[in-house]
């Protein structure tokens, strides 16, 4: 229930502006709410004087039930030319994994996509399993903001009722998700690398904790949607996606005021990573502090060269300015599962392990036998980094020139 | 200007490990510490304040959690901080996010004009990064995450802050009152002097409970968790592999390229 404090209220108009629904109008210079409200929280936000209070009481199992549908956010990155904007491959592995939840649950799938006025290709959205887009168009939705997404995210959400919304695990996604969930009072669960749907229909969201020495299973018992970030690369998109397959395309009709964006981006900083960066490499050669100066590393680049693969390292290496926080691989870092991960001087404590266990093959060089990667290595080399790493280079120029 | 830093103490997180018998966490003789990123929010806001005249800038610490973490809001206090609030009552235990942000909220809307809040971008224990956000929307300000610089304007109406993104860096301009939850930056990190540690002592560390709220208890704790926890559990070990002694170099990289052969990397 939406209540206004008629005492504080100035009659302002700041709500009534700031509205998506045009649900808050100002009669005799109170605010008063209108039945189209759908309780999305925008007003609340902006109010000045706090006179907007949204009182969400725990639902009961029948007004839970009247949520339906998984909706996901399209997390969207320009394309190369600047012409339109791309869903991140994050949306198409979250697509295959509500795929499989949909599959018990019965639900129909769809992607809220948000864009300020470029194309964005929905086709791919479908093949991977949506059967509806929800789009909503305003040239103030690039670059991301958090006021922007938050405000149009939260409409969309509140009017349409569905029971799950999932977002990537990205840096945006982990901005954006609290945000939705604290303006609609809902449960949310971080960085989820397993999703399963129990016996009651409830999302089971299981999630490392505890630096990836723990893992936690959570449920969402009393608030819809139930609301999820997943950490990106650990689903696998569909190998088998239906080309040519349509669904529905819905203009999503809100209001959206310059005024919510509070941030503004001054400067972007590329940091060069050739080749696309490491969550999308097949092959990465990661760094480790058992390395003995900087230097190392080009003997690691050359032979992530020779394999077509991406260097990376492991957070002390980021600590200690070697190699850009872009290219870290781990629990605070990023997670990756390329079809070759190779190991050096990379000592395997669990916060790096959690970002790279669902690696195709394992193979880890390090001197200490009693290392921890080894345990996850499916093949570990005992030895000297500075002898193992140039005979392997060699070796492999050897077989390509045999080849 | 008043910068209000949340900061929480946390195990040390690598040596916390689940008992594969009963599915509880085993904390015995694990030590607690203050969160690194909350450290580094402290360096950050001790930065500001000696970028300007003495007396300019206030910074208030404040943590949630049980009556130990007084410890790591001394160790604020010993780095700099001002005052500390040690926001502690037994009806917060078993709080998710939401109810945490919550009560935080609470407390804040009581202190008199904060201009920037500053927490860590997560906490090493839960590593949601989910708090500091929706405290920011309950509060009805903007936010910027994973602040790694910041530098405030001249009329201290706005400041500037280096985030990290997954493609680099951006410089992103807020509004203030604001929050910035900060990540591990290029802030010099402080070694505490023998006179900064015996004055810390002398400084206030306020205490708040439930009572202080003005919030129903229904809205505390576990009880006004919007997520349960329903499972704890190791993460799965996987068989261990093939192991090639590396004392012959040449011999070892022979025998691991035939495997990458086979398995066409190369």
Known sequence: MLLIDTNTCSGCRLCEKNCPFAAMLIVDEIAVVQDNCTLCGACANVCGEHSITIERAAASPEELAKYKGIFIWAECDESADGESLVPKKVTLELLAEAGRLAGKTGEEIKVLVLSDGRPVDTNPLFAHGASGVIRFVNKLLWPYSTDAYTTVISAMVAAKKPSIFLLGATPDGRDLGPRVAARLKLGLTADCTQLEINEEGQLIQTRPAFGGNIMASIVTPFSRPQMATVRPNVFAVSETPETGRKGDIEDFDVALQRGVVRTKILEVEKVGTAGGGIDNAEVIVAAGQGLNSPDDLDMLRELADELGGTLAGSRPLVEAGWIPHTLQVGQSGITVSPKLYIAVGISGAVQHVVGMNGSGSIIAVNNDPEAPIFKVADVGIVGDAAEVIPALIKEIREAKKAA | MKILVC???????????????????????????????????????????????????????????????????????????????????????????????????????????????????????????????????????????????????????????????????????????????????????????????????????????????????????????????????????????????????????????GILKEKHFV
């Not at chain 2, 360096?43 to 943590?63: F, N, R, T, W, Y």
């Not at chain 2, 809001?73 to 901080?81: A, D, H, I, T």
């Not at chain 2, 939401?98 to 809040?117: F, N, Q, R, S």
């Open chain 2, 7 to 257: 900061a929480k103490q946390v195990p040390e997180v690598t040596n916390v490990q689940v008992d594969p018998e009963t599915g509880t966490l085993n904390r015995d003789g694990v030590a607690s510490i203050l969160n690194p990123f909350c450290e580094y929010a402290m360096d950050l806001a001790l930065e500001m304040k000696e970028a300007e005249p003495e007396g300019e800038v206030e910074i208030v610490v404040l943590s949630m959690g049980p009556p130990q973490a007084r410890a790591a809001l001394l160790r604020c206090l010993e780095m700099g901080g001002d005052s500390a609030i040690l926001v502690t009552d037994r009806k917060f235990a078993g709080a998710d996010t939401w109810a945490t942000a919550l009560t935080i909220c609470k407390i804040i809307e009581k202190l008199d004009g904060v201009d920037l809040i500053l927490v860590g971008k997560h906490a090493i224990d839960g590593d949601t990064a989910q708090t500091g956000p929706m405290l920011a929307e309950l509060l009805s300000i903007p936010q910027i995450t994973y602040g790694v610089g910041l530098e405030m304007d001249e009329k201290k109406k706005r400041v500037r802050v280096r985030r990290e993104n997954e493609g680099g860096f951006e410089k992103v301009q807020m509004r203030l009152p604001g929050l910035v939850s900060v990540s591990k930056g290029a802030a010099s990190r402080r070694v505490c002097s023998f006179e900064s540690i015996l004055g810390a002592r002398a400084k206030d560390i306020s205490v708040m409970t439930a009572d202080d709220l003005g919030l129903d208890e229904a809205e505390l704790g576990l009880q006004g968790s919007l997520t349960q926890v329903v499972k704890v559990f190791p993460p799965i070990s996987k068989e261990a592999g093939r192991i090639v002694n590396g004392t012959d170099a040449n011999a070892a990289a022979h025998e691991v390229v």
